[in-house]
């Protein structure tokens, strides 16, 4: 795209689109290659991504909202086995995510992923953040319960090595009764569980 406003997502996955699977696809210059949320009072619950490769070859040249994977609003799904890297965001508030799950969902699995936040593109600047329940946050009509609270509920975040990110490897916003295990954190701000909500073994 001449303009990067205008390559915002490779996969739109929203309200009856239950069951989606993603699987063995490369993903190269998009704002948000997988965005997946609910509309009305549809969710597509119960989708898999799942060895893939998502990368950037630039720093995103937007305001807009920049991540490998962004999950809103539904339940169930299973991201696992995937290349993540270089999701950075150039413009606006300069916070971008490599997998996020948030808006009330419940029951969704981050699994097994590789996230390397800066890998060819460690000179940007801004805060990336590798994996996260919660992420940036919800408007509340946007949510399930059209309160988020939680914004995630019983996720699991296992077995993933998240490397290389300006903020935190790993994090919970508003994310409950989390299970985190069996992760290898290198060269980020860590683990941060943000707000009373977050709760994790």
Not at 9 to 37: E, L, Q, S, W, Y
Not at 92 to 105: E, F, H, L, T
């Amino acid at each position: 795209c001449t303009s990067h406003d205008g390559c915002d997502h490779a996969f739109h996955v929203i309200g009856r689109g239950a069951g989606f699977v993603a699987r063995n696809n490369t993903v190269t210059d998009f704002n948000t290659p997988f965005k997946i949320n609910g509309i009305g009072n549809a969710y597509p619950d119960n989708g898999v991504i799942e060895h893939n490769t998502v990368s950037n070859s630039s720093a995103r040249d937007t305001a807009a909202g920049v991540g490998a994977i962004d999950l809103a609003a539904a339940s169930g799904w299973a991201i696992r086995a995937n290349l993540v890297s270089d999701f950075a965001k150039a413009k606006g508030d300069r916070i971008s995510y490599g997998v996020q799950a948030r808006g009330g969902g419940k029951g969704n699995r981050i699994e097994r992923n590789v996230v390397v936040c800066e890998n060819r593109l460690r000179s940007a600047p801004g805060k990336r953040i590798g994996l996260s329940f919660g992420g940036a946050g919800s408007i509340a009509a946007h949510c399930r319960d059209k309160r988020c609270a939680p914004e995630q509920d019983g996720g699991v975040i296992s077995s993933n090595l998240v490397a290389s990110c300006s903020d935190e490897g790993l994090h919970l916003n508003r994310a409950a009764a989390t299970i985190i295990t069996h992760n290898t954190v290198l060269d980020t701000a860590g683990v941060a569980l943000q707000w009373p909500e977050s709760g994790a073994d």
